[in-house]
């Protein structure tokens, strides 16, 4: 049986609860395709469920729900069911056992965990605003995780006198931050009158890339290693002055 939760955490923990004695269960986003004669139930979240898995899970691991929190902010398809292995082998075991790496479950677990938390450290350097008319800060984003709102902290310390929104195109919603409160907002498509100064700003950018990179020993294999080609759409250092500045 596949059981379909709505992508949050009380869905994942009402599914887990309905779920863990099911030697064939599968849990999965919603969103997941089914293959044709997979059977499936949606389970909606119940908060009393939610809340005594939980509590269950923490009599075993302290530290477990912060690891749930990651587990569900990544953006691949089976994240729910990665969690899944990593959580009934946590209520089998009675203990914590992210150190068990030889369990494939514990491996799956531990690396979609890096690669959203090392996404959000890359995102804090790659992150390229534009300066809009009103004086507001704007940028598109095309993370591989759902973490825009979780970068607000980082950019609200460097810019606690600008607003500032922080665009998930491809997730189509923004974290918002108005110089005093954060707000997350669905937003599908931004329209933004920049400022007379963006296109310098922008070739601020450019100018300071030139200065730093060295044609004769260019490491083209390296730098995107260190900056994922899928993030340059919105960096004005690898675009060109007549590019669009909006997604």
Avoid at 110 to 116: C, G, K, M, Q, W
Wanted: proline share 6%; with cysteine; net charge neutral.
């Amino acid at each position: 049986m596949i059981y379909l939760t709505d992508g949050t955490k009380e869905g994942f923990l009402t599914a887990f609860l309905l779920a863990y004695r099911d030697g064939e269960a599968l849990i999965a986003s919603s969103q997941t395709q089914l293959s044709l004669g997979q059977r499936a139930v949606f389970v909606a979240p119940d908060p009393v469920r939610a809340k005594k898995a939980e509590q269950r899970l923490l009599e075993f691991d302290k530290n477990c729900m912060e690891e749930l929190f990651y587990l569900l902010r990544s953006g691949r398809p089976d994240r729910e069911q990665i969690a899944f292995r990593y959580f009934r082998l946590l209520a089998e075991s009675k203990r914590p056992v992210r150190g068990m790496l030889a369990e494939d479950g514990v491996r799956d677990a531990a690396e979609l965990i890096r690669t959203v938390t090392q996404e959000i450290h890359r995102m804090h350097g790659f992150v390229r605003f534009m300066e809009s008319a009103s004086g507001a800060l704007y940028a598109p984003l095309l993370p591989d995780n759902d973490i825009v709102d979780l970068l607000v902290p980082h950019f609200r310390a460097r810019l606690r006198e600008y607003p500032f929104v922080l665009h998930d195109v491809k997730r189509k919603k923004a974290a918002v931050y108005d110089g005093e409160n954060v707000f997350l907002a669905p937003l599908e498509r931004a329209e933004v009158a920049l400022s007379a100064d963006e296109q310098g700003w922008r070739e601020l950018w450019r100018r300071y890339y030139r200065s730093v990179n060295i044609p004769e020993r260019e490491r083209l294999k390296q730098m995107k290693g260190y900056m994922p080609v899928r993030y340059w759409k919105f960096m004005p250092e690898f675009s060109s002055p007549d590019d669009p500045v909006a997604p």
